[in-house]
């Protein structure tokens, strides 16, 4: 078959934070893709804001260097996916990997491979591709080069690799510094053979196979992203298989439902570095964008309107966390200010558009009009669903996470996480007591002689919602966990995961430092003095089992009489301040957390005090 030796497609895939977009800014840098006088920022690809603000990737991205090499061969352009690292992302993840031909697989050289390490090759192994294996952060004072190689090898026989994907290249590298060598540098150092990214470059030539096609095949081209434009709509990312397209061209579009459209193609757009720009036609392993099509889906398929032929639809895993998204109904609803977004058609309209671009994500309806179950693969995509739709002006009511449940002959089963645990030796007994509470097994331990242990638990996926703060206070901050699904297993029995209780105010008002300086003594305050608050509003944490109703809003009586301390400041201890995440974690069964763009609040879901009370004194005696 023939092939076009002037493109090569790959994907850069690796765990959250070990270097991948680093990387490919140093090759775009490398590459000659910005002007001298451009100002570039670190970290190029992480363009959505959220992705800033936490420093990790969340949409699949690509772009494409022109790379000249040094022996004066004509230029290749190479197309890079920059894929997430997070395994809640994982439909991102599949999406990349299905428009590349191999994968650079990035291993930090002191933490090694990790679980959504294990996530990403595990993908990139089913779908068959060459990976070249690159060990970044060489220049780690704690890296352990050639142990970490050793786990790799480990971690691709564990997979069921097949021989050809074993003997993998290996690249040494330092994407912060723009080096990299095929020599193994000693550990804590920088390769000192090299003083670029050549290296790196010569191995994807060799290693990542050139697009092969058929001549005279009818075109398939497979929708594999959305993207957005103001003038030109919706805008379809392909990959062409076979065939050729050209601006203006008739195609047939073939839809998710099996129905076939003839549509003409409006605009035809390659990438070149960040930017796109007009193209006349693209071939046979070409990545590009196209315009004219309104409604089309990801997975679909642009074939020849003679001989139709449609590729196969994207395959995702399953989700396994679920979340009750609704329209707000908190007495404080629609005071924040104008523009926001309260009513249920809005609502519905943005989760039926999140669809569009999202496919690992599930909308199903309730048994209410103004609410809907959200499923998505964890607790972060949702998160984020959520953070981008306050962000956009919507106000909204969330519930509890929680996970989805399948029947197995009959019986009830989970979805069980597989938890990797990095903490100091101090902490050891503290992570085993709290990963036992939440029905956690052990399964390895390793002790690397750093002071530092390696834990692996096999956990139920409800058992970590909520898990992450309560991790971090043991830690003292210093532990680091991943986790990433592992099967399905029998419902393992009821799970508390929260000894506290909640304070809850039990009337509409402002909160006043009178009445806060005598609750603090009770338990953790959320809120400052000043808060409007309305009755079911959660203010505080309990240091106890059960609930408290309190009345927050009570004044100090003021009388004619000087009192010796009237002039001293109330010392009050500064309030918990709870992060969108941080509330979805600490949520209970009978809680929620209402959103808005200026606040976000824990509330209970029956609001009344004597109703939740009625129904507590039923559950008890039934």
Not at 38 to 56: A, P
Not at 119 to 144: E, G, H, M
Not at 205 to 213: D, G, I, Q, R
Not at 220 to 236: S, Y
Request: aromatic share 4%; proline share 6%; glycine share 8%.
């Amino acid at each position: 078959m023939p092939t076009r030796h002037d493109i090569r497609n790959v994907a850069i895939v690796a765990h959250v934070d070990h270097g991948k977009t680093t990387l490919v800014d140093a090759m775009l840098k490398q590459a000659g893709a910005f002007a001298a006088h451009q100002q570039v920022d670190e970290r190029v690809m992480d363009s959505n804001d959220l992705e800033r603000e936490k420093g990790i990737t969340i949409l699949a991205k690509n772009t494409a260097v022109r790379y000249h090499p040094k022996d004066g061969g004509d230029p290749v352009v190479i197309n890079i996916i920059d894929t997430p690292g997070h395994a809640d992302f994982g439909g991102e993840v599949e999406r990349g990997l299905s428009m590349v031909d191999a994968v650079v697989l990035l291993v930090d050289a002191s933490e090694g491979p990790l679980p959504q390490t294990r996530f990403v090759l595990r993908k990139a192994l089913q779908a068959k591709l060459p990976v070249i294996l690159c060990i970044n952060k060489t220049d780690r004072p704690d890296s352990r080069i050639a142990e970490v190689v050793d786990e790799a090898y480990d971690l691709f026989l564990d997979l069921d690799a097949t021989e050809e994907q074993i003997e993998f290249p290996i690249v040494y590298a330092c994407a912060r510094d723009g080096i990299a060598s095929l020599t193994k540098p000693e550990d804590g150092t920088v390769p000192a053979d090299s003083e670029d990214l050549l290296p790196l470059f010569t191995t994807l030539l060799e290693t990542v196979p050139a697009p092969s096609y058929e001549e005279n095949a009818p075109l398939q081209a497979h929708v594999t992203n959305l993207d957005a434009d103001n003038f030109l709509g919706r805008i379809a990312l392909c990959r062409i298989q076979q065939g050729t397209l050209r601006k203006g061209q008739t195609v047939a579009w073939m839809k998710r439902d099996g129905t076939v459209h003839n549509v003409r193609i409006t605009e035809l757009l390659m990438t070149e570095a960040l930017t796109r720009k007009p193209a006349e036609e693209a071939g046979p392993g070409d990545i590009c964008a196209v315009a004219g099509i309104p409604e089309i889906m990801i997975g679909e398929t642009l074939a020849d309107p003679e001989n139709p032929v449609a590729l196969p639809l994207i395959q995702v895993d399953e989700p396994a966390i679920s979340m009750t998204i609704g329209t707000n109904n908190s007495p404080l609803v629609g005071k924040g200010g104008k523009g926001h977004k309260v009513t249920a058609r809005l609502v519905k309209d943005r989760l039926e558009r999140e669809l569009i671009g999202n496919v690992s994500l599930r909308v199903l309806p309730t048994e209410r009009p103004d609410a809907w179950e959200v499923q998505g693969r964890g607790e972060l995509a949702l998160a984020i669903l959520v953070e981008t739709m306050r962000r956009e002006g919507f106000e909204l009511t969330v519930g509890r996470p929680e996970v989805v449940t399948r029947e197995v002959d009959g019986k009830t089963h989970e979805p069980v996480e597989r938890m990797t645990i990095d903490v100091p030796e101090e902490y050891l007994g503290a992570v085993t007591q709290v990963m036992a509470s939440r029905k956690g097994r052990m399964e390895t331990m390793t002790n690397h002689g750093s002071g530092w242990v390696r834990m692996e638990f096999l956990v139920p996926a409800r058992g970590l919602i909520g898990f992450r703060t309560e991790f971090l206070t043991e830690t003292r901050g210093t532990g680091i966990a991943h986790s990433i699904f592992e099967s399905y297993e029998p419902w393992m029995g009821e799970l508390r995961t929260r000894n506290s209780g909640s304070l809850v105010a039990d009337r509409s008002g402002v909160a006043t430092p009178y009445a806060m300086l005598n609750l603090q003594e009770r338990g953790t305050i959320f809120i400052e003095p000043g808060t409007e608050v309305y009755e079911g509003m959660l203010v505080g944490e309990n240091s106890r089992a059960d609930d408290m109703d309190v009345n927050i809003t009570k004044e100090k009586k003021l009388t004619n009489m000087r009192a010796s301390s009237a002039d001293t400041t109330e010392n009050l201890v500064p309030p918990r301040r709870l992060s969108l995440e941080q509330s979805l974690e600490f949520c209970r069964d009978d809680e929620c957390v209402e959103v808005t763009p200026d606040e976000v609040r824990i509330r209970k879901v029956v609001l009344d005090q004597r109703l939740r009370a009625r129904a507590a004194s039923k559950a008890k005696h039934a």
